[in-house]
């Protein structure tokens, strides 16, 4: 039996939120929650930056050929991390709402350099 040495597609996520985590620490941000659920959807990473709550989407492209891994966060995709972090907020036992932010981190390819962390890709009005 030949086992293929290429990573399954939950793998290959688990990997990336892995150097995003790592990234993102490098920085100075802590992690708060990984792989936050709701029924409305999913938060790959909710990280601390000093007073700020961090809502982190990581994206990963095995390569640019059919736009980068930030260009995968559509308009619908926004909304549905923008309630899943609503959702997150509300059930917290801490009812304020603190300073929120949404970034992206997009990953393309295993070159630990091609790296983009875009700080306030999208808003809320929450």
């Not at 688990?14 to 100075?28: H, N, P, S, T, V």
């Not at 260009?71 to 959702?87: L, Y």
Request: overall charge neutral; hydrophobic content about 35%.
């Amino acid at each position: 039996m030949n086992e293929s040495s290429t990573p399954s597609p939950g793998n290959t996520g688990a990997q990336a939120e892995e150097q995003a985590k790592g990234f993102l620490e490098a920085q100075g941000l802590q992690l708060t929650e990984r792989n936050y659920r709701c029924h409305q959807g999913e938060l790959d990473l909710i990280m601390q930056d000093g007073e700020t709550v961090v809502f982190v989407e990581v994206r990963y492209r095995k390569n640019a050929a059919f736009g980068g891994p930030a260009a995968s966060i559509t308009p619908a995709k926004q909304r549905r991390i923008i309630i899943a972090a609503n959702h997150y907020l509300q059930s917290r036992q801490d009812k304020r709402t603190p300073a929120c932010r949404f970034d992206v981190l997009a990953i393309t390819g295993k070159d630990p350099q091609n790296i983009s962390w875009i700080k306030d890709a999208f808003q809320s009005d929450f």
